[in-house]
């Protein structure tokens, strides 16, 4: 039974004290206790005070709140057991912000998992604490194989960065990396966004030699229509044909005589 309770107790039941002393726990806290009887016992049969205990309690409004609690024996002139001071403190909020935080971080961390880019955490030492399954296609790598390892590229904050990536196989790719500061558990870490731009650069490798061709084909065209004699066309055709990517293949021209045949 409960002997004594002081203000800041009895406000945290919401009850009177005189409405909480001399009741069990039973008729109080009847979902909690059971719980707090083998906490109690253990401290009774050990004789070593329990601290640092979390549990619930209920109030009488029917609201759950999270305590710490320290639990000391109580001991008569004897020296014998008799009870318990029992010193507890809502922590409901700190409980809250906690569980809060926890859910916050794994949704974080679904999200960066579920990501089409590749995403890596990689801690200040370069080493690899976490990579997402997209970097299997961009690496030819399985994210475990990855992990604990040098990631091997500066990490440049806030900058957009080229990166060229070696597959195995001597497998060449392209891709941007934008580099965040994040907090990964407790640890300071950098999280890397990669994405892979293997395709798009070589479109625009394939347009930009395109683009030059074309002005290739211009220039052939001006010095063409600017040409005084055959031999003058001829040169001005060849002078432009080293420029024509690819040209894996050495040109000639050569001049016929139409009346000789």
């Given at each position: 039974?409960?002997?004594r309770?002081?203000?800041?107790?009895?406000?945290?039941?919401?009850?009177a004290?005189?409405a909480?002393?001399?009741?069990?726990?039973?008729?109080?806290?009847?979902d909690?206790?059971?719980?707090?009887?083998r906490?109690?016992?253990t401290?009774?049969?050990?004789?070593?005070?329990?601290?640092?205990?979390?549990?619930?309690?209920?109030?009488?409004?029917g609201e759950?709140?999270?305590?710490?609690?320290?639990?000391?024996?109580y001991?008569?002139?004897?020296g014998?057991?008799?009870?318990l001071?029992?010193f507890?403190?809502?922590?409901t909020?700190?409980?809250?912000?906690?569980?809060a935080?926890r859910?916050?971080e794994?949704?974080?961390?679904n999200?960066?998992?579920s990501s089409?880019?590749?995403?890596?955490?990689v801690?200040h030492?370069?080493?690899?604490r976490?990579?997402?399954?997209?970097?299997?296609?961009?690496?030819g790598?399985q994210?475990?194989?990855?992990?604990?390892?040098?990631?091997g590229?500066?990490c440049?904050?806030?900058?957009a960065?080229?990166?060229d990536?070696v597959?195995?196989?001597?497998?060449?790719?392209s891709?941007e990396m934008?580099?965040?500061?994040?907090?990964w558990?407790?640890e300071?870490?950098?999280?890397?966004s990669?994405?892979?731009?293997?395709?798009?650069?070589?479109a625009e490798?394939?347009?930009?030699?395109?683009?030059?061709r074309?002005?290739?084909?211009?220039e052939?065209?001006?010095?063409?229509l600017?040409?005084?004699?055959?031999?003058?066309?001829v040169?001005?055709v060849?002078?432009?044909?080293?420029?024509l990517?690819p040209?894996?293949?050495?040109?000639c021209?050569?001049?016929?005589?139409?009346?000789?045949?």
């Amino acid at each position: 039974r409960i002997l004594r309770v002081n203000r800041a107790a009895a406000e945290a039941v919401g009850l009177a004290a005189e409405a909480i002393e001399g009741k069990s726990c039973e008729e109080l806290f009847p979902d909690e206790a059971e719980h707090y009887y083998r906490e109690d016992l253990t401290v009774i049969t050990s004789g070593e005070p329990k601290l640092n205990i979390i549990e619930r309690m209920q109030t009488a409004s029917g609201e759950k709140r999270w305590l710490t609690t320290d639990k000391v024996p109580y001991v008569d002139e004897k020296g014998e057991i008799i009870g318990l001071v029992v010193f507890s403190a809502d922590i409901t909020d700190r409980v809250h912000a906690e569980q809060a935080k926890r859910t916050a971080e794994a949704n974080y961390q679904n999200l960066i998992a579920s990501s089409a880019d590749a995403m890596v955490v990689v801690d200040h030492s370069g080493i690899v604490r976490f990579a997402s399954s997209a970097c299997a296609d961009l690496f030819g790598r399985q994210p475990g194989e990855l992990l604990n390892t040098t990631f091997g590229y500066p990490c440049i904050p806030g900058e957009a960065t080229e990166i060229d990536v070696v597959r195995p196989g001597n497998e060449a790719a392209s891709a941007e990396m934008r580099v965040t500061e994040v907090t990964w558990g407790t640890e300071s870490c950098w999280l890397l966004s990669i994405r892979d731009t293997t395709e798009r650069s070589r479109a625009e490798e394939a347009l930009r030699r395109g683009a030059e061709r074309l002005q290739v084909m211009r220039e052939v065209d001006r010095g063409i229509l600017a040409a005084q004699s055959l031999d003058a066309l001829v040169q001005a055709v060849l002078q432009h044909v080293p420029r024509l990517e690819p040209c894996t293949t050495r040109a000639c021209a050569m001049r016929f005589d139409a009346e000789e045949g």
